[in-house]
């Protein structure tokens, strides 16, 4: 069965750090979502690319967060500089079009100390 | 304003009742497709099923099953004979043509079957 791969699973960094997490959606899904979810809450969108076009990046803390996806394939989320309370489960997840659910990968667990 | 509640925060039964999960949601567009997503411990969403906005008819899948209702605005989630598998928080979520089909989700219902 297709799965959308993230990596790395945790990831532990230092406030004021940069940090990198990676995504890589099912092969011809040309919808990718980055969500974060904080402890005990929902997960709430972060940025939307459809191929490699931002469609929707209003949620998305600009001054600290950037995402890319170059290609229309994979796609990379980071934080720079990290701050405490950027801890959270960072979601990627990919559709084919928008009648279908979303596929999600397994997730970063990000910890800032 | 939320567009998905969900009311029950934390529901704990014993192994084999039957156990059901809220969901109310809000929206103006005529089209939009209503989820749910079982969160093991383990971190990752796990999609449950899908049900788009004209298509009101309930399903059953193994042990579980869904009531969607428009004219309550609700798309409550049952299952039948929990196991202590079925541990998990579980998210019902909005997606609405009007917004790119962004998802909404709830806060989520935190499931916990005693064994």
């Known amino acids: 069965e297709a799965e959308v791969a993230q990596s790395p699973r945790y990831k532990i960094t230092e406030k004021s750090q940069a940090v990198a997490f990676w995504c890589d959606p099912i092969?011809?899904?040309?919808?990718l979502y980055w969500y974060r979810q904080i402890l005990g809450q929902g997960p709430e969108l972060l940025v939307q690319f459809q191929d490699e076009s931002v469609v929707d990046d209003s949620q998305l803390p600009k001054d600290r967060f950037s995402a890319e996806r170059l290609k229309g394939v994979d796609s990379t989320l980071k934080i720079q500089p990290a701050e405490l309370g950027d801890s959270a489960m960072y979601l990627c997840?990919?559709?084919?079009?928008?009648?279908?659910?979303?596929?999600f990968g397994s997730g970063t667990r990000l910890t800032v100390v | 304003a939320q567009k998905v509640t969900q009311a029950q925060t934390e529901i704990s039964v014993v192994e084999k009742e039957d156990v059901t999960l809220d969901c109310v949601y809000e929206t103006r567009d005529t089209t939009y497709y209503l989820f749910w997503y079982k969160q093991p411990p383990s971190g990752e969403l796990v999609f449950l099923i899908r049900?788009?906005?004209?298509?009101?008819q309930n399903e059953i899948s193994g042990r579980y099953s869904w009531n969607f209702q428009k004219s309550t605005s609700s798309f409550n989630f049952t299952i039948t004979a929990s196991q202590v598998v079925d541990s998990a928080v579980y998210f019902c979520a909005l997606s609405e043509a009007g917004t790119g089909n962004q998802f909404y989700f709830g806060t989520g219902t935190s499931l916990t079957v005693i064994p």
């Open positions: 997840a990919s559709r084919r079009d928008r009648e279908d659910g979303y596929t």
């Open positions: 049900r788009n906005s004209f298509d009101e």
């Open positions: 092969s011809g899904h040309a919808t």
